[in-house]
Structure formats: C-alpha cells, structure tokens
C-alpha cells in the first residue's frame, strides 16, 4: 500500500527533503499589508524574515483555497496513490 503525505508549508520541509519523500507542499498565503504571497514559492524564507523584521505591518496568513486542495487530492487519486 502506498501512503501520500500532502502538508502545507507551516512544516517547514526542506525541499529536498520533500521531494525525496514525495510529499506534497502546499503552500500557505502570507499577506504584509496588501500584498498577498504564496509561501516559498512568491516569498522565500529569507524574504519572510527580512519583512518581518523590518516591515511596520506584521503579517497574516490564511489556508489554500478548497479548491487547490481538492485540486492536489483528485490529482494524487487520479496517480493511483490514493485507494
């Protein structure tokens, strides 16, 4: 039996460990202000931190969409990784 291991990007994987793994990292949205980015993939870990130093507004995060979710799951079932 094959296990899939999907995780959004608050695990802080790296991503060769990841894709060593083939787990799927989804990405969570970090808004400064009114700038919206997907996390590591608009922003990277660096980034993030430099504005979280220095930018006045703190940031907020929020979940993928259901829509990416279901998007990642129909596509592991269409695989054959899910039964």
């Not at 596509?75 to 054959?80: E, Q």
Request: glycine share 4%; net charge negative; proline share 6%.
């Amino acid at each position: 039996m094959t296990i899939k291991i999907v995780t959004d990007s608050t695990a802080d994987l790296p991503q060769a460990l990841a894709e060593e793994l083939g787990i799927t990292v989804v990405p969570l949205y970090v808004q400064f202000g009114n700038k919206t980015y997907r996390d590591r993939i608009d922003i990277s870990e660096e980034e993030f931190y430099e504005k979280l130093l220095n930018d006045p507004v703190h940031p907020t995060t929020t979940p993928t969409s259901t829509m990416l979710r279901k998007g990642i799951i129909c596509a592991t079932w269409d695989r054959g990784l899910i039964h």
